[in-house]
């Protein structure tokens, strides 16, 4: 939250009249940063601006009067939170667990000249992949991640 003193911008359509409004925006846009404020607060313009990277995550913004003898606006707003951390559903493959010998022998049992003979690029790389996810499955538990690692990508 701050006061951002760009009086030229239109948030409803996202443009900008001075350069430098026009890079706050792009910094705004390259960053995924929502603002969440609806209503002008001086003089028809959105000088304050609360910014956020997630959708829901502040709510019940208020303009609450002048601070004072200040022509500054108080914003009053609610940080949103869930009431309990939802668990993930990212499932990894356990690679320490795996049987590895077996899947080296369940990939040597197939033929691959005959399974691959004529074959174009495309339709023998379909093939490979069956192949290698069956034996995936077979040879490799999975796990759901847990943690304060969850929501790290696998």
């Given at each position: 939250?701050?006061?951002?003193?760009?009086?030229?911008?239109?948030?409803?359509?996202?443009?900008?009249?001075?350069?430098?409004?026009?890079?706050?925006?792009?910094?705004?846009?390259?960053?995924?940063?929502?603002?969440?404020?609806?209503?002008?607060?001086?003089?028809g313009a959105?000088?304050?601006?609360?910014?956020?990277?997630?959708?829901?995550?502040?709510?019940?913004?208020?303009?609450?009067?002048s601070l004072?003898?200040?022509?500054?606006?108080?914003?009053?707003?609610?940080?949103?939170?869930?009431?309990?951390?939802?668990?993930?559903?990212?499932?990894?493959?356990?690679?320490?667990?795996?049987?590895?010998?077996?899947?080296?022998?369940?990939?040597?049992?197939?033929?691959?000249?005959?399974?691959?003979?004529?074959?174009?690029?495309?339709?023998?790389?379909?093939?490979?992949?069956?192949?290698?996810?069956?034996?995936?499955?077979?040879?490799?538990?999975?796990?759901?991640?847990?943690?304060?690692?969850?929501?790290?990508?696998?």
């Amino acid at each position: 939250m701050e006061d951002f003193n760009h009086p030229n911008i239109c948030w409803r359509d996202n443009t900008a009249g001075h350069k430098q409004s026009r890079r706050l925006l792009e910094c705004i846009d390259d960053n995924f940063f929502l603002q969440v404020i609806e209503e002008p607060m001086r003089r028809g313009a959105m000088l304050d601006l609360v910014l956020t990277n997630k959708e829901g995550l502040v709510g019940n913004v208020k303009l609450k009067g002048s601070l004072g003898c200040s022509d500054q606006e108080m914003v009053e707003f609610k940080i949103l939170r869930a009431a309990r951390r939802a668990h993930s559903k990212l499932i990894t493959l356990g690679f320490r667990r795996a049987d590895s010998g077996l899947f080296r022998d369940l990939l040597g049992r197939v033929p691959w000249d005959k399974a691959l003979e004529g074959r174009e690029a495309q339709e023998s790389w379909l093939i490979f992949k069956h192949h290698l996810l069956q034996a995936q499955e077979r040879c490799i538990p999975t796990r759901r991640k847990s943690g304060k690692n969850a929501w790290r990508p696998a």
